[in-house]
């Protein structure tokens, strides 16, 4: 009769250790569908995000390019037309007029290059990123006081333009958050090549912030970089704290020849 009594305590606890058993694995199981629906949620939200942050970047540089060309070429050609007139209704050609008209159309001649650099630069094409690059920080070297330490090492790659223009945009992106907002003294530039990738680095050593603010973390600028970046596949690591400079790390899957 024990024996019997013994056997059937012994089934009833296996059983029960049995359902708790099943219990906990279908309660894990519900959790893990669970958190990879969260997770699969994130990563939508994410994606819309950045397809959101792009729109608005494309938005903004074409309604930055319509100011340029209103704003500048729009009054300088007003201007030409006004002495062009004023030439027609004249009995003779007053060589002054010609002048000022000559310096109107040269300065709207500048202005369309200038437009024109800002959009696709011609040394990007022409000579390639390093080229492109090493031109555009001495040029604002020249027209700021910013110390500039620079190294670029591409070991005679060629750059494959959905590699380069995107870099060249992160940079331009990442130099004028700098001049606008960081009040810096000095940026640290590298990229070099290496194995199977590439690796950027961007730093400077102006006031930071603090990229726990989503304001900071979400802004477009940052949204366009980290856009970029998933397009060519790169890993992205920002690094900045209020006082302590800002820096933008950058590893791309070598895609060069």
């Not at 819309?48 to 942050?53: A, G, N, P, W, Y």
């Not at 494309?58 to 209103?70: G, L, Y």
């Not at 040029?139 to 995107?166: G, W």
Request: glycine share 6%; hydrophobic share 40%; net charge negative.
């Amino acid at each position: 009769m024990d024996t019997y009594v013994a056997i059937i305590a012994g089934m009833a606890i296996f059983g029960i250790l049995a359902a708790g058993f099943i219990l906990f694995i279908v309660h894990y199981q519900r959790r893990v569908i669970w958190q990879e629906k969260e997770l699969h949620k994130k990563e939508l939200k994410y994606q819309e995000d950045l397809i959101v942050s792009n729109m608005r970047s494309v938005e903004n540089e074409r309604r930055r390019i319509a100011r340029d060309i209103h704003d500048e070429l729009g009054n300088i050609f007003a201007t030409l037309h006004l002495h062009l007139d004023s030439l027609s209704r004249a009995s003779e050609t007053p060589s002054e007029v010609i002048q000022q008209s000559k310096n109107l159309v040269g300065s709207g001649i500048e202005n369309v290059r200038r437009i024109a650099h800002s959009i696709l630069p011609n040394e990007l094409e022409l000579f390639g990123l390093q080229h492109a690059l090493e031109d555009y920080f001495h040029s604002i070297a020249d027209k700021t006081d910013l110390a500039l330490q620079m190294d670029i090492f591409l070991d005679d790659h060629v750059i494959p333009e959905d590699i380069a223009l995107p870099l060249y945009r992160i940079t331009l992106e990442l130099v004028t958050n700098t001049l606008k907002y960081a009040h810096a003294k000095q940026i640290t530039f590298q990229l070099n090549s290496g194995g199977d990738r590439l690796e950027y680095y961007y730093k400077d050593d102006g006031v930071g912030a603090d990229l726990n603010n989503n304001t900071v973390s979400g802004g477009i600028g940052l949204q366009n970089i980290r856009y970029r970046c998933i397009a060519m596949y790169a890993t992205l690591a920002f690094s900045s704290a209020p006082g302590k400079g800002f820096s933008c790390s950058i590893t791309i899957p070598n895609k060069i020849t």
